[in-house]
């Protein structure tokens, strides 16, 4: 078997830039595996399909605003940060762009999203301008990712943005479109992208059939951005 098996042609135009609503409005194939007959409904017909001694098991990882945008402190610079795992207070493991150019020492000014202040300025880094701070590449790792230093207090919410797919091209008015209804533990550097179909009117639906419901927080990392 080889990767090339699995390959297959998507128009760009068929790849959807803007969420349905209701989240659960999406389209939903169903492959019958004793006829081999193959059906196209919604995702809110899901119900059909349980019965009550099923079992499902949800992702409740929370995706942080994991990307970072700033400049370089000494040339100007674009940098580009995406925040992958946080090894303790003030540092993170962190993919870069452009990656090569930044070497231990180097100092990066973050700058917030248009239309937000940060007040998260936390020593030894200087304040930054608009709001900023400055950020400093601790490390370089064999697997191409950073260590990234920024303040312990940073407030991430404020000052980074949805990692959204390289796919997807469309600014997201909403940014909690792209967490599922049931997100609780923040770490993800990408959302769990099977749940984002379900609303808390389906699952509600879900449970009244019978069908238990079970939590679990597996935050997707690293991993989900490198090729197969």
């Known amino acids: 078997m080889h990767t090339s098996d699995f390959d297959y042609d998507l128009p760009p135009e068929l790849i959807a830039q803007t969420p349905l609503e209701p989240r659960d409005s999406s389209r939903l194939l169903v492959l019958d595996r004793a006829s081999g007959r193959i059906s196209h409904r919604h995702f809110k017909d899901i119900v059909d399909y349980?019965?009550?001694?099923?079992?499902?098991?949800?992702?409740?990882?929370r995706v942080i605003p994991a990307r970072l945008r700033g400049r370089r402190a000494d040339t100007g610079g674009k940098v580009e940060f995406l925040l992958l795992r946080r090894e303790s207070p003030d540092t993170w493991q962190a993919l870069a762009q452009p990656g090569r150019r930044l070497r231990p020492g180097a100092e990066v000014i973050i700058e917030p999203p248009a239309g937000k202040t940060s007040g998260a300025i936390g020593p030894p880094f200087a304040k930054g301008g608009s709001g900023g701070f400055h950020a400093q590449i601790l490390a370089s790792n064999e697997d191409g990712t950073k260590m990234v230093r920024l303040p312990a207090d940073a407030d991430l919410?404020?000052?980074?943005?949805?990692?959204?797919?390289?796919?997807?091209?469309?600014?997201?008015?909403?940014?909690?479109?792209?967490?599922?209804?049931?997100?609780k533990d923040l770490g993800?550097?990408?959302?769990?992208?099977?749940?984002?179909?379900?609303?808390q009117d389906l699952l509600v639906k879900i449970r009244a059939v019978g069908v238990e419901t079970a939590f679990v927080t597996l935050h997707v990392g690293l991993d989900t951005f490198r090729p197969v």
């Open 188 to 199: 993800s550097a990408a959302a769990p992208t099977a749940g984002l179909h379900f609303t």
């Open 157 to 183: 919410d404020r000052l980074g943005y949805v990692p959204l797919p390289p796919y997807i091209h469309h600014r997201l008015e909403d940014p909690d479109r792209y967490q599922t209804v049931y997100a």
């Open 50 to 61: 349980l019965r009550p001694s099923d079992v499902m098991v949800f992702n409740q990882s």
